[in-house]
């Protein structure tokens, strides 16, 4: 078990460009989810993945923002022209169906700046 | 709509004293499920104890030991010894029970153990 992954771990931008953000969950994992988390604040939810399907996305995620899990397994996260309040890390966390406690694993996230 | 609060910024302690980490949720769930996370430098949040709604029998694990009260809707964390590796951010988060699988996180709080 090699647990979540995201790639890349840094990413420095220009206001105006897209990025696109890469999760691998864990393995046997059917839930995944995003979250954002800016700098002295805990983690805030973006949105969340059973399988292949987009259940829930939060109103954090604007029109800019898309993610997608087309074969159930990685996701992306894409932002289009980006914004300075875009900066922040990104965290991708997975779990298992199936568990009451759905205890989250998260990877070591993705810090974005735009400047 | 879950809310949690941790109102401690920041802690520092000397290595070898305990350390309360305090939390308190606001829920109109009647099942939901608690956590603690922790947030070293690296980044990366790793999972530490978790609690249902249903069940307040308070535990330990190795050095980490947990108060649930209902009651008062708090959630409060202990490491007992601290250790210098104990330095690093700490989270409560909520989830509520049923499908709702996001999690709401607090600010965090900081604990610094010096040697």
């Keep these: 078990d090699t647990g979540v992954s995201q790639d890349p771990r840094h990413k420095i931008t220009k206001r105006g460009q897209n990025v696109t953000f890469r999760c691998d969950p864990i393995s046997e994992h059917n839930r995944l989810y995003w979250y954002r988390q800016t700098l002295g604040q805990g983690p805030e939810f973006l949105t969340y993945f059973q399988n292949e399907a987009q259940l829930e996305k939060s109103r954090l995620l604007s029109d800019r923002f898309s993610a997608e899990r087309p074969k159930g397994s990685f996701s992306t996260l894409e932002i289009q022209r980006t914004e300075q309040g875009d900066s922040a890390m990104y965290l991708c966390a997975s779990s298992q169906s199936g568990s009451g406690y759905n205890e989250q694993f998260f990877g070591p996230g993705t810090r974005l700046t735009v400047l | ?115």
Excluded at chain 2, 16 to 39: A, I, M, N, P, S
Excluded at chain 2, 85 to 109: H, N, Q
């Design chain 2, 1 to 115: 709509a879950q809310k949690v609060t941790q109102a401690q910024t920041e802690i520092s302690v000397v290595e070898k004293e305990d350390v309360t980490l305090d939390c308190v949720y606001e829920t109109r769930d009647t099942t939901y499920y608690l956590f603690w996370y922790k947030q070293p430098p690296s980044g990366e949040l790793v999972f530490l104890i978790r609690r249902n709604s249903f069940d307040e029998q308070n535990e330990i694990s190795g050095r980490y030991s947990w108060n649930f009260q209902k009651s008062t809707s708090s959630f409060n964390f202990t490491i007992t010894a601290s250790q210098v590796v104990d330095s690093a951010v700490y989270f409560c988060a909520l989830r509520a029970g049923g499908d709702d699988y996001k999690l709401s996180f607090g600010a965090g709080t900081t604990v610094t153990v010096r040697a």
